[in-house]
């Protein structure tokens, strides 16, 4: 394999990672795709913007998050040195307010009254809606009705932020059914609707602008790391659905290549059952919802259900950046079971007092398969993206037990 | 000539506008769908869209994603939908057929696979949603190579600027999007069509079809006025859906409940009579 001067030029000015990317959209979205592609580039490069982004992250979001050595956890499995970074003490409970607000700053420049986010587990659309109440703008929230179901915590604390959840009845009634229907309100509502993609993927410019709102995760996690271990990691590891919480660790890291890295890909219930959402790992290029990246598919390139105890996992996709970093080798990609990532969401309460979501479990699962078999000066960085009180009926339902 | 070239000449010498018929391939099983496509000339319809069903209709309404459904359910592949315009191409050499849809099954066939059965198949143009002029090197291009037209769709979010690259490399006709929104969703505002069908003409020698929330004959009238032609689809993929039984399976009534409403369709669009329909 060619080995590349840098993991982190893409994309190329077509939205481009590889083959990966692109902007596989309808007509009527394209002005303003490009519209906001130069909003975006004239946002980020204006200290202004930079210095109201500070502003909100210190004090609104709770910004640094905080690098937390675990410990015990650390003990129990014998290796590796693990470090938390704490995603979920981030106001509204996960990495995905970053992004959130870095979208909702840039729609208050480009005059856009009225936010449509589509969301999974329920992170990214309670992230919209508490910055769409901060900012007094009109936020509707497109959901599957099955995750609707069974994330009914966050739910209940979308209606009361104020925004308008609509449960999406189409397909399979998950993430990929949502993200359909929110492209279909911003195709009807086009002139006056900004819509706030929660991860780093859809038409170019979403994945790089959203990896760019996440990659302050990495840059925290190497300053705090410096400060703490007077050095940088030997490896880190996130869980990846679309992989905003991934990427933006990842990003930072990238071209450090004594750095190993790895996404973890909800598995369900393993790969070789068909019933999953590992798009790399069970997938092929396709495209859908604006990019090229790999998917879950039939030989006729109809898009298969994905199956996840994570609703923030279940999407038969994946960021097309990670499908990049895959295909050049650079991050390596793991299944993790929905009963790997149970174990991970016990242990991790268990031991460090932490419940985590469901997601950044599968992140767990797979540290308890990697970090006992490195050395203990061995330093590993998992990303915590998200708190799991959300998860607690349907962990209590798969553990057999009731609330 | 190409047949789509040839069609709407003879529109133009006729002087009277064009009826685009959009049907799902496979709604709601293949053999009622293809009897349908064969029937579709006789009842009126000048130029046929052929949809290509898809899970994830991004730019489609509930009418045409519950058809795609639906004929997937029942097996309908990319392959099968060539066979459909094969059959169909041995008893018809003259109506235009254009399949419309996304781009995926497409990828997953294989780009210089499927032109070349699509050619041989019979299949004059195509419509993919998903594919802006940013993406030309997908399709567009080696599609115009392999002599099928690509036809662009024009919304009325392409303003001045951006309507050059639209029309670019669009061949066959233009297909004006009535409304920002999805298939079959609002009603457009003749009057507003009909406008921006003139200053898409301004940059274009090619024909003008006019789509999306076209239902009733009066509307399709109405739209015809101020264009070359006038597609149908929500309206006759809801038609199908009418007359199945409660299994979701063809009645006796499913052909002529769609031919019956293209008969309507076809009578309404024939009593405009145009200056120059090119």
Known sequence: MNVLNSYRTGPDERGHFGIHGGRFVAETLMPNILALEEAYNAARVDPEFAREMDGYLAHYVGRPSALYYAERLTEHLGGAKIYLKREELNHTGSHKVNNVLGQILLARRMGKERIIAETGAGQHGVAAATLCARFGLKCIVYMGA?????QKPNVFRMNMLGAEVVPVQSGSRTLKDAMNEALRDWVTNVHDTFYCIGTVAGPHPYPAMVRDFQSIIGRETRAQLLEMEGRGPDSLIAAVGGGSNALGLFHEFLDDPEVEIFGVEAAGRGVSSGEHAASITGGRPGVLHGNRTYLLMDGDGQISEAHSISAGLDYPGIGPEHSYLHDVGRVTYLPCTDDEALEGFQLLAKLEGIIPALECAHAIGKVMEIAPGKPKDHIMVVSLSGRGDKDIFTVAEHLGGRL | MTRIATRFAALATEGRPGLVTFITAGDPDGATSLAILKALPEAGADVIELGVPFTDPMADGPAIQAAGLR????????????????????????????????????????????????RAAGVDGLIVVDLPPEEDDELCLPALAAGLDFIRLATPTTDEKRLPAVLRHTAGFVYYVSITGITGSATPDATLVSQAVTRIKKHTDLPVAVGFGVRTPEQARAIAAGADAVVVGSALVEAVRTSLDAEGAATPQTTETVLSLVRDLSAAVRTVKRQSAA
């Open chain 1, 146 to 150: 099955v995750d609707v179901e069974r």
């Open chain 2, 71 to 118: 004929a997937l359910r029942n097996g309908q592949t990319l392959a099968r939908t060539l066979e459909m315009v094969r059959a169909f191409r041995a008893g018809d050499d003259a109506t235009p057929i254009i399949l419309m849809g996304y781009y995926n099954p497409i990828y997953i066939y294989g780009v210089e696979r499927f032109l070349g059965d699509a």
